[in-house]
């Protein structure tokens, strides 16, 4: 099972202050702790609304709006992506994060191809039966 | 937090610290069977004092220092008892010394023990069973009914296969240690092997099955990723997980709705995993560069994730880099000499220079009894004669191909191209 790991922001991250050194070092022990069990699929953080923008469909119409964006508690800093047994165990690893001061992390799971039922999933391919081609790449069919 | 929460936690504290606990245990006491004792002894001693006293803060520590704190006692009494023993006069043959206790639990190189543990339960005195089900209980944290499942097998066939293990590396005096020089290369590529046929257990399992057999798959990926943080250093680590990952970013699209597979060349690409394709791809940088620097011919894993790589870098099937792959296969065929290889080279070469090119090969393969009963021998033959218009040729080798399949769905395909080269036609 795969879960993001969702950092929300602060007035802090918000405002493009840099998380100090210390913060920085605990940090990177910790993403190590994560890649060292193996768990860890990517991570980044993320710079303030304030250079990000917002894209709004409806219909052919396409608006950008340019950040910032109000209402931090709905923005996030920075994620983490883990690869994990359940969902405990990925509770287990945020819990295990550096933070402090109020800070809020949030997981979510991530969809996988079996989360979806048949018919959200269109059978594509199903019709294309030239499958001889397995005999042509005879490893292709294990790839 | 209720119990039943606490005990969920426990149990998700000790998938992410039992392989540590172990391998640290495992030092102390030099004995594999006698370690997990000892570290399942500090996973009842948990279940039974979390739920009162709350998870503590540091929960893997807890964990190791209760089981220390047994494992102490436990060489403690056997002193005394050795002294006893002594005492009466009888001689004592002792064919380790005692370990130093202070002097073990000052060291705290978890990492040099967790490959260690790697080593031990992937040891060539085991049986490849046996490796495979001591590696994923010691190294992975999986119950023995989990592998069970995994593996279709009655419960008490793994609990025994564990057991068996144990004691044969006992028997067998195995050390706790990882191997140098040149039998670090033969040792390393059993461990490797192990990793490779969980991950294929899985991988060939197909997306409707029980849950945990491609959680196998998982599970080999997080093990290789680990051996890669234990062993920077050698190539063909890095070469696996590479391969594997790549191969992992293909299984959203490689079966249909219904469960059937979906060949690679007709994979809807848009469905791959990049996350995992640009990990691939980056170990596999890795695995080359580290080769480079050492002179060396790269390593079996590292071609064929150079071959998996060929194929995730073309965004559409017409721009695989053909040439490249027959050539990465000649290469193969150097390390590992075998006709699928060579099958899989003709099939390449067929789709870089044309189907003649591909059939000269192909040809030369025919005598191989390794590829007697083999259907994708044939198949490939009949596809690339239709191609050249040889249809009644074609229409034999598929017919043939067609008995020798044992899947159901493949025969039909291959009967319904043997019906088409009767009409002339190339499908």
Known sequence: MRFMMLVKASEESEAGVLPSAELVAEMGAYNEQLAKAGVLLALDGLHPSSKGVRIKFDGEKRTVTDGPFTETKELLAGFWVIQVKSKEEAIEWASRAPFDGGTELEVRQVFEASDFPADILPPEQAAREDAIRAGLEANAAKQ | ?????????????????????????????????????????????????????????????????????????????????????????????????????????????????????????????????????????????????????????????????????????????????????????????????????????????????????????????????????????????????????????????????????????????????????GRGLAALERAERITRAHGSAPGPYTLQAAIAACHARARTPEETNWAGIAALYEQLAGVTPSPVVELNRAVALAMAYGPATGLALADRLADEPALKAYHLLPGVRGDLLAKLGRFEEAREEFERAASLTRNGRERTLLLRRAEACARGEAS
């Open chain 2, 1 to 277: 937090m209720t119990a039943s929460d606490t005990h969920r936690t426990i149990e998700a504290v000790w998938r992410i610290e039992s392989a540590r606990l172990i391998a640290g245990l495992v030092r102390i006491v030099r004995d594999i069977g006698l370690a997990e004792e000892l570290a399942q002894d500090a996973l009842v001693a948990a279940l039974e004092q979390w739920p009162e006293s709350g998870v503590p803060r540091n929960p893997g520590a807890w964990l190791m220092a209760t089981a220390k704190h047994r494992a102490i006692d436990l060489i403690r009494r056997q002193q005394r008892l050795e002294r006893k023993i002594e005492e009466l006069g009888h001689e004592l043959e002792t064919e380790q010394p005692a370990p130093e206790l202070d002097a073990v639990l000052e060291e705290d190189d978890i990492d040099d023990d967790l490959l260690r543990l790697v080593f031990t339960a992937c040891h060539p005195v085991l049986s490849t069973d046996a490796r495979v089900a001591l590696t994923l209980r010691l190294l992975g944290g999986l119950t023995t009914k989990e592998i069970a499942r995994a593996y279709l097998v009655p419960e008490a066939t793994v609990a025994q296969r564990i057991v068996r293990a144990k004691k044969t590396l006992a028997e067998a005096h195995v050390p706790f240690e990882v191997p140098r020089g040149e039998e670090l290369a033969d040792r390393l590529s059993s461990v490797l092997e192990v990793i490779y046929l969980v991950f294929n257990e899985g991988y060939s399992a197909t997306a409707g099955d029980d849950w945990m057999r491609p959680a196998l798959c998982e599970e080999a990926l997080r093990l290789g990723r680990v051996l890669a943080g234990l062993a920077p250093e050698e190539p063909e680590v890095h070469g696996l997980v590479g391969l594997m990952e790549i191969q992992a970013s293909r299984s959203r699209a490689r079966t249909g709705p219904t469960g059937e597979p979906v060949l690679l060349l007709d994979q809807d690409r848009g469905r791959w995993d990049y996350v995992l394709i």
